[in-house]
């Protein structure tokens, strides 16, 4: 609390000294974190009508629409929650998060995350997608992580950084399609064995940066799911709409 009030105290010199600016464009700002009018006005935040399944956008549908995917499909977690939609303001911040070092920018994309869970259960548990540790030591840090804390600030949800272990390098999975993600992740993501106790009967919030074919969420549910979690939600700052999914074409800050 007392580090809280000193901050507070010197927030309006530091703002003095290093004015604060936009991310994404660099214009001055009234406060940070955050972004400019005209670069919150280029973002695209999901809406209705959508999948209720997977949030993908619909041109018609009822609160209870399912997408054609989800049908053909069904998934095993319990929703997306989408803080935006995957436009090119949301791949640049994300790119300068994940690529660039911008590991300040997750106070802003957490709290627009936390933003689309208000409807889930008190007592959920924030579990970040892993990085193997090789690809760890590779950037520093792992961004889901960085995202599902600056969730917990907002929401006050218990977070297991630990809880999911990738325990094969897997490639970048970018440029490859549905199929070959699937198959680059078999086997690749299990539950710690010291937090199988903890997953069991609980609500997850499965957390991570953009959901593209859902490859990797999908394992990582089936993971928790087989650990004896009661349900999976996916928390993630952009999405890719199901049209959209790349099938060998890459696409940036995706994988």
């Given at each position: 609390?007392?580090?809280?009030?000193?901050?507070?105290?010197?927030?309006?010199?530091v703002?003095?000294?290093?004015?604060?600016?936009?991310?994404l464009?660099?214009?001055?700002?009234a406060?940070?974190?955050?972004?400019?009018?005209?670069?919150?006005?280029?973002?695209?935040?999901?809406?209705?009508?959508?999948?209720?399944?997977c949030?993908t956008?619909?041109?018609?549908?009822?609160?209870?629409?399912?997408?054609?995917?989800c049908?053909?499909?069904?998934?095993?977690?319990?929703?997306?929650?989408?803080?935006?939609?995957?436009?090119?303001?949301?791949?640049?911040?994300?790119?300068r998060?994940?690529?660039?070092?911008?590991?300040?920018?997750?106070?802003?994309?957490?709290?627009?995350m936390?933003?689309?869970?208000?409807?889930?259960?008190d007592?959920?548990?924030l579990?970040?997608v892993?990085?193997?540790?090789?690809?760890l030591?590779?950037?520093?840090?792992?961004?889901?992580?960085?995202?599902?804390?600056?969730?917990?600030?907002?929401?006050?949800h218990?977070?297991?950084v630990?809880?999911?272990?990738?325990?094969r390098?897997?490639?970048?999975l970018?440029?490859?399609?549905?199929?070959?993600?699937?198959?680059?992740?078999r086997?690749?993501?299990?539950?710690?064995?010291?937090?199988?106790?903890d997953?069991?009967?609980?609500?997850?919030?499965?957390?991570?940066?953009?959901?593209?074919?859902?490859?990797?969420s999908?394992?990582c549910?089936v993971?928790?799911?087989?650990?004896?979690?009661?349900?999976?939600?996916?928390?993630?700052?952009?999405?890719?709409?199901?049209?959209?999914?790349?099938?060998?074409?890459?696409?940036?800050?995706?994988?």
């Amino acid at each position: 609390m007392a580090s809280n009030v000193v901050s507070s105290a010197f927030r309006p010199l530091v703002d003095f000294v290093y004015p604060p600016r936009c991310p994404l464009c660099g214009d001055g700002i009234a406060a940070g974190p955050g972004l400019c009018a005209a670069c919150w006005e280029s973002f695209e935040f999901p809406g209705e009508p959508a999948c209720s399944l997977c949030q993908t956008p619909l041109p018609q549908g009822g609160p209870d629409s399912v997408c054609r995917h989800c049908i053909a499909h069904p998934p095993q977690h319990a929703g997306i929650a989408a803080a935006a939609l995957y436009n090119e303001p949301a791949r640049q911040l994300v790119l300068r998060f994940k690529h660039g070092g911008r590991i300040g920018l997750a106070a802003l994309m957490g709290r627009l995350m936390a933003s689309r869970l208000a409807d889930v259960p008190d007592d959920s548990l924030l579990v970040p997608v892993p990085l193997h540790r090789i690809r760890l030591w590779q950037r520093g840090y792992n961004q889901s992580a960085l995202l599902a804390r600056a969730i917990a600030m907002h929401s006050g949800h218990v977070v297991l950084v630990d809880a999911l272990q990738r325990i094969r390098a897997t490639p970048k999975l970018g440029g490859l399609g549905r199929a070959r993600r699937a198959e680059a992740l078999r086997g690749a993501i299990r539950v710690r064995a010291s937090r199988r106790e903890d997953i069991a009967g609980r609500h997850v919030i499965l957390v991570d940066d953009v959901l593209t074919s859902g490859a990797t969420s999908t394992a990582c549910t089936v993971a928790l799911l087989g650990a004896g979690a009661k349900s999976v939600r996916i928390a993630c700052f952009a999405r890719v709409p199901e049209n959209e999914t790349p099938g060998t074409e890459t696409i940036p800050g995706a994988a």
